[in-house]
């Protein structure tokens, strides 16, 4: 798949679980996509939240693969900004 098709897809999956994520004062920022694997950052109230792990595997990566099956994992990065 083309990468920028790739990128519009994840951030249409980004886009559907957003506001959820807003709700609960936090949001979440696409930082990279390479080979199999989607790397974002957790933001606001996500940052310090005991559950975004389980945000992460069970909201954020389960919508990305659902609009992008190739994707084999997402994984957070600390500290970009």
């Known amino acids: 798949m083309d ?8 951030e249409i999956a980004l886009a559907e679980i957003r506001p959820f994520l807003l709700a609960d004062g936090g949001d ?13 950052q957790l933001e606001g109230a996500c940052v310090s939240c005991n559950v975004n792990q389980m945000t992460l595997k069970n909201g954020v990566e389960a919508t ?3 609009y992008a099956p190739q994707i084999k994992r997402v994984v957070e990065i600390h500290g970009i900004n």
């Open 3 to 10: 990468a920028q098709i790739l990128k519009e897809k994840v």
């Open 28 to 40: 979440i920022t696409l930082v990279e996509i390479s080979d199999d694997t989607v790397k974002v």
């Open 64 to 66: 990305i693969k659902k």
